[in-house]
Nanobody, 124 residues
Framework: QVQLRESGGGSVQAGGSLRLSCAAS??????AGWFRQAPGKEYEFVAA????????TYAGSVEGRFTISRDTATNTVYLQMNNLEPDDTAIYLC???????????????????WGQGTQVTVSS
């Protein structure tokens, strides 16, 4: 089992920055990701990072503004969000999996472990 604990959400004006953290405990991860869900919408992939090697993948809507990173010593994954826009407003969820060779990066339901979510609100 893996437990995920998120922190770092909040409210910010457009153009501002926030950093989300997700501390994982229990098992060694193979991949960690961030998804978001705006009111009335489906979950949307934001970014993911391979635990071994650190290769990252981003949604086109956030590439160049968001950076995902991980600290293998503390088993923590981060999402640095810069130049935030009102359309970034959503609940952000940390996800993780321990499967070697995990391939369904863009599908939230493929991940075995989800965090509780943290609210990010961007005002114009």
């Amino acid at each position: 089992q893996v437990q995920l604990r998120e922190s770092g959400g909040g409210s910010v004006q457009a153009g501002g920055s926030l950093r989300l953290s997700c501390a994982a405990s229990g098992r060694t991860l193979s991949i960690a990701g961030w998804f978001r869900q705006a009111p009335g919408k489906e979950y949307e992939f934001v970014a993911a990072i391979r635990w071994s090697g650190g290769s990252a993948t981003y949604a086109g809507s956030v590439e160049g503004r968001f950076t995902i990173s991980r600290d293998t010593a503390t088993n923590t994954v981060y999402l640095q969000m810069n130049n935030l826009e009102p359309d970034d407003t959503a609940i952000y969820l940390c996800t993780a999996d321990t499967t070697t060779g995990f391939i369904n990066t863009f599908s939230i339901r493929a991940y075995d472990y989800w965090g509780q979510g943290t609210q990010v609100t961007v005002s114009s």
